[in-house]
C-alpha cells in the first residue's frame, strides 16, 4: 500500500469518527434542546460536521487519485 492510500485510509477514520461526534451530539438532549432554543447548532457540533465532511473529501481525493 503506497503513502497517499494509507493517508487516506487514516483520514476516511477520521472523518467517520468525527462525523459520528458531530452527529451525537446534534441528537442528545441538549443539542436539541440548543437547537430548538437558537435554531442552529452548536459552535462545537459544526466544528465537528464541517471537519468531518472535509475530512471525508481529502479522503477521496487520496483514496482515489492516479
Given at each position: 500500500?503506497?503513502?497517499?492510500?494509507?493517508?487516506?485510509?487514516?483520514?476516511?477514520?477520521?472523518?467517520?469518527?468525527?462525523?459520528y461526534?458531530?452527529?451525537?451530539?446534534?441528537?442528545?438532549?441538549?443539542?436539541?434542546?440548543?437547537?430548538?432554543?437558537?435554531?442552529?447548532?452548536?459552535?462545537?457540533?459544526?466544528?465537528?460536521?464541517?471537519?468531518?465532511?472535509?475530512?471525508?473529501?481529502?479522503?477521496?481525493?487520496?483514496?482515489?487519485?492516479?
Amino acid at each position: 500500500m503506497n503513502q497517499s492510500k494509507l493517508i487516506g485510509l487514516l483520514l476516511a477514520l477520521a472523518a467517520a469518527f468525527l462525523l459520528y461526534q458531530g452527529l451525537n451530539q446534534a441528537n442528545s438532549p441538549i443539542g436539541e434542546l440548543g437547537e430548538a432554543l437558537t435554531g442552529s447548532y452548536s459552535d462545537e457540533t459544526l466544528g465537528y460536521l464541517l471537519s468531518g465532511a472535509i475530512a471525508g473529501v481529502l479522503a477521496f481525493y487520496f483514496l482515489f487519485k492516479k
